[in-house]
């Protein structure tokens, strides 16, 4: 079964920028949808972003014009570059696609001063 692996976490300042990358076991082509998602702390897991096959992209409302998905179906690789980043984007980072596979480790985010 397809394993996704995140990475690219880490402790940045209020207004800082991190790249997330999130890596595929196998050809992610034929993913339909793969989209991210945050959970904090206490909290559910929250839908973030998310592209489809032909690179359209969707946003949650609080990251729109700051976050930016992409996806290198060469490198089975997605991407989700955080810009502007406040302190409420902080939790664990997971990727996935549609229909859902297994969650990853995810990849810890914390922006704090």
């Known amino acids: 079964q397809v394993q996704l692996v995140e990475s690219g976490g880490g402790l940045v300042q209020p207004g800082g920028s991190l790249r997330l990358s999130c890596v595929a076991s196998?050809?992610?082509?034929?993913?339909?949808?793969v989209g991210w998602h945050r959970q904090s702390p206490g909290e559910r897991r929250t839908f973030v972003a998310a592209i489809t096959d032909t690179g359209r992209a969707s946003y949650a409302e609080s990251v729109k014009g700051r976050f930016t998905i992409s996806r290198d179906n060469a490198k089975n690789t997605v991407y989700l570059q955080m810009n502007s980043l406040k302190p409420e984007d902080s939790g664990i980072y997971y990727c996935?696609?549609?229909?859902?596979?297994?969650w990853g480790q995810g990849t810890q985010v914390t922006v704090s001063s």
């Open positions: 196998e050809s992610i082509s034929s993913f339909g949808v």
């Open positions: 996935n696609k549609l229909p859902t596979v297994p």
